[in-house]
């Protein structure tokens, strides 16, 4: 088995997806519009020609799609659920912390370890040293499969087994940080 699949390969899911293999990975990567596979492909990963044999391929499946429903549609089909028993899924979709409970428990169902993840980063910048995420979920999952999610970020950070946990603390940090620019264009003078 591959050590690990990403599917979605927009901007960030490419950059994951190079991370990967930059650590040396052998790495699956599946994508709606197979076009944007291409420079994976190059860069030595295996493309897969579906969901379900991109989850087949590796014990680790992490999704970088749009959304939580989005992340369903994909998983949907009983042919890829049901390939998803034993693995550990790694959702990096946007989403809150209630949607993250959510997939937690269906993942569970089917017998999946499940984090969640937030990535406080551009794209440009995953893979860094000085790179923050936070992940939730399954502890014995987040700490088996450390150094695979070191190779996204070098200050990966436990948030906790409330799979809503990083997606609260993004929350926290992004509404944070729009107070203070809101702050700050208030108080600029005009």
Known sequence: MA????????????????????GGNKTTVWNRTADKTLPLVEAGAHRAGSVGEAVKASAVVVV????????????????????????TLIQFSTGGP???REMHLWAKGLGTAYLDGAL????????RASTTIFLSGDESAWKSHLPLIQCLAGKP???????????????????N????????AHSAPI
């Open 3 to 22: 050590d690990v699949s990403v599917i979605g390969c927009g901007a960030m899911g490419s950059a994951l997806a190079r991370a990967f293999l930059a």
């Open 64 to 87: 970088c799609v749009a959304d939580y429903p989005a992340t369903y549609g994909l998983f949907e089909a009983a042919d890829v659920s049901g390939a998803l028993k034993g693995r």
């Open 98 to 100: 209630e949607e993250a």
């Open 120 to 127: 406080l980063a551009f794209p440009k910048q995953i893979g």
């Open 157 to 175: 950070v436990f948030v906790g087994t409330d799979a809503g946990g990083a997606e609260a603390v993004d929350l926290a940090i992004l509404t």
């Open 177 to 184: 940080f729009l107070c203070a620019a809101v702050g700050a």
